[in-house]
Each structure stands twice: as structure tokens, then as C-alpha cells.
Nanobody
Framework: QVQLVESGGGLVQPGGSLRLSCAVSGSFFSINAMGWYRQAPGKERELVATLTSGGSTNYADYVKGRFTISRDNAENTVDLQMNSLKPEDTAVYYC?????????????????WGKGTLVTVSS
């Protein structure tokens, strides 16, 4: 089993900053891409940012220049630094990891999700 646990959400005023963290634990061979997604009330889950094990990043246009994703491969953690927050950034933020696990059929890449952490941007 692979578990992802997010932390760092909360209430912040517009223009403020928050840092989200996600720790991956459990039994896996390696972790490929890690990332953050979010889901606002009444909307579908959407990409925020991803980061491969090789260091390649991908950001959604609506967070470029404001959010920064980083990871610690040794600790199996991924962080999301969020600056210049806007009310429209209000959402539940989910951590995602693609982990390679050992099965009876060999190594397989599986997608895992955390339970989410709420970020509210409001004055």
C-alpha cells in the first residue's frame, strides 16, 4: 500500500502565501511524477503542477509565476509554494504520485492520491 498525506492548508487573505506539503509512504519501488491538483466547489478536479523524478515541471497557466512545486526524492515529499493567492485559488488541494510497485506480474506504475487539504483565500 502507498499512502499520501497532505498538510499546510488553511485560511489566508488575498495576496498571501501558503506552503503545502505531501509525504508519500508505504511499499513501492520508486516514484515517478508527483503533483498537485485542486477541486473547487462545484467544479471538476484540475491540474495545478507536476514534477517528474528528473526535474521537469508543468504548471497550469492560472498558477504560473505564483506557485512553485518542489520535491525531495530522498524523503519522498513534494511541496507546493503558493504566493500571491487569489480568491479563485480556493479549493481542496490533492497530492498525486505515480509510484512503481512490485506485483506478481512485475513492476507496475500506479496512481495514488491523498485525501486533500482545504485552502481558502478570503478577506
Amino acid at each position: 500500500q502507498v499512502q499520501l498525506v497532505e498538510s499546510g492548508g488553511g485560511l489566508v487573505q488575498p495576496g498571501g502565501s501558503l506552503r503545502l506539503s505531501c509525504a508519500v509512504s508505504g511499499s513501492f519501488f520508486s516514484i515517478n511524477a508527483m503533483g498537485w491538483y485542486r477541486q473547487a466547489p462545484g467544479k471538476e478536479r484540475e491540474l495545478v503542477a507536476t514534477l517528474t523524478s528528473g526535474g521537469s515541471t508543468n504548471y497550469a497557466d492560472y498558477v504560473k509565476g505564483r506557485f512553485t512545486i518542489s520535491r525531495d526524492n530522498a524523503e519522498n515529499t513534494v511541496d507546493l509554494q503558493m504566493n500571491s493567492l487569489k480568491p479563485e485559488d480556493t479549493a481542496v488541494y490533492y497530492c498525486n504520485a505515480e509510484a512503481r510497485i512490485l506485483t506478481t506480474r512485475g513492476l507496475r506504475a500506479m496512481d495514488y492520491w491523498g485525501k486533500g487539504t482545504l485552502v481558502t483565500v478570503s478577506s
